[in-house]
């Protein structure tokens, strides 16, 4: 293992902004990690693809890559349909879900395409097109910071909810996830199509004839036709979390806009697109310098050319004002912005 110094990371986060780290180490095996973890450096930040971060200034310590691999399945000694799946937590995650099909497995399928690691989803505990690596995930191998000790976690005790879990809250920086475990089907899958476009896409293929293998085509389909690709268009996904609010201030907002797009969640409650309340305020395709609000999805925030972090933070906050001013919504990053305390809390 060879530390570096004074390493741009603009090649390690997929906003691809230019910050330096003072420290930069790529790890593939536990005990270096935790050589390293122990060498006394601060602050310590453990990278995973970069994809769902935004620098806005210099990392003054050091950033650990984690590149640890691996991957195997097991049989589900309590239900002969399933299996459980073990992957490290550096792998790339849509490499480990094309792989889960390949070998017949459902579960994943919906979660296909997004970018990172596989460590860094259950952070904020990824979702899309209707499930949620909360609905299929089992457990966790996390290496406790302070101890260097490797403990086990049920997937039920980490506080998962939408785009969040106890490790972005109270556990903040108290665990690094090393492996993860999942029960996935071998057969009688559990497909979910009813999300967005997938049953358009899944076209006349009946439904007792569908594999998981056909929901992970649509999903990739659609995604590459709305969301950039950050080898082309550095971004970080949805920037922004999708607000949720009362049925009173639903209905209000529904007779000024009787175009308002929104879903039911729990009693009385509903979640509205940020995609929509951007659209609708004027923010799609539009820039301001070298930063934009993405063509086909506006949730998107896209660096188109040379942004500095700072520049993109600007834009963001720009963004969440203006929406906050015309729909009363405050925005909320669903990017980790280092430092902590960069984005404006409160009014
Ligand atoms: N919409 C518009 N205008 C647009 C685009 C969308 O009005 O230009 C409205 C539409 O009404 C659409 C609604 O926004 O029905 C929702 O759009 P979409 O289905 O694209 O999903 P989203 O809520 O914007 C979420 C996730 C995505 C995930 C998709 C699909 C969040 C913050 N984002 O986006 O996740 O891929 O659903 O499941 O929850 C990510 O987290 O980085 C991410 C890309």
Redo the contacts with the bound molecule.
């Keep these: 293992m060879r530390v570096f110094k004074d390493v741009n990371l603009a090649n390690y986060h997929t906003f691809g902004v230019s910050v330096q780290s003072a420290w930069f180490a790529e790890v593939s095996r536990l005990t270096d990690l935790l050589t390293l973890l122990r060498s006394g450096v601060h602050p310590t930040l453990v990278l995973g693809e970069g ?2 971060v935004l620098f806005t200034r210099d990392f003054p310590g050091l950033v650990i890559k984690n590149a640890m691999s691996g991957k195997s399945l097991m049989p589900d000694p309590t239900d002969p349909h399933r299996v459980v799946v073990e992957v490290a937590s550096g792998e790339n995650w849509h490499a480990f879900v094309r792989w889960t099909l390949e070998q017949n497995l459902g579960g994943l399928e ?1 979660l296909s395409l ?2 990172g690691t596989t460590g860094a989803a259950p952070v ?1 505990n ?5 499930v949620e690596l909360a609905d299929v995930l089992q457990e966790l191998e996390v290496l406790e910071l302070h101890t260097g000790k490797l403990l086990r976690l049920k997937a039920a005790d980490c506080g998962f909810g ?2 969040t879990s106890r490790f972005k809250g109270e556990w903040k920086d108290q665990f690094l996830i090393t492996r993860l475990f999942f029960a996935l089907s071998s057969q009688q899958h559990q497909l979910h199509t009813a ?2 476009d997938i049953e358009s896409h899944l076209g006349g293929i009946p439904p007792e004839q569908r594999t998981p293998q056909q929901v992970s085509e649509a999903v990739m389909a ?2 590459r036709s ?2 950039p690709d950050p080898a082309q268009l550095g971004n ?7 607000p949720e609010t009362d049925r009173d201030t639903r209905d209000a907002l529904l007779k000024k806009y009787p175009d308002l ?1 929104s ?1 039911p969640l729990r009693e009385n409650r509903f ?1 509205v ?8 305020a004027g923010w ?1 395709g539009k820039s301001i310098g070298r930063v934009a609000c993405h063509t ?5 925030i896209v660096n188109t050319g040379g942004a500095s972090g700072l520049e993109i933070l600007d834009f963001a906050v720009t963004v969440a004002a203006d929406i906050r001013e015309k729909f009363g919504f405050r925005l909320e990053p ?2 980790n912005i280092f430092p902590p305390g960069a984005w404006p809390e409160g009014d």
């Excluded at 990824?126 to 209707?130: D, N, R």
């Excluded at 996904?237 to 999708?242: E, I, L, T």
């Design positions: 994809s769902n919906n997004i970018p904020q990824i979702g899309a097109y209707g939408y785009r999300y967005g659609i995604r709305k969301l970080a996904g949805s920037f922004f979390k999708n797009v879903f979640k697109p940020a995609a929509w309340l951007l659209d609708k799609k086909s999805q506006p949730l998107v669903e990017v």
